[in-house]
């Protein structure tokens, strides 16, 4: 078995190659979800500000 993991002297090499690639692969998926999340707070705000701004005296509202 540890013949397997060493891979004939290049085992830090290509396990530290597979660990990077899992790092961006989860990197690569997780990205988009916390884009949307930034996108949709931003929004929120955005929202808000003009909810706000409709709201105080002499707005014209």
Known sequence: MSDFFAM???GAYVWSAYAVFGVVL?????APLWQ????????AARLQREAARN????SGA
């Open 55 to 58: 709201i105080l005296p002499g």
């Open 36 to 43: 949307r999340r930034r996108v949709l707070r931003g929004l």
């Open 26 to 30: 989860l990197a690569d998926a997780l």
């Open 8 to 10: 004939g002297g290049y």
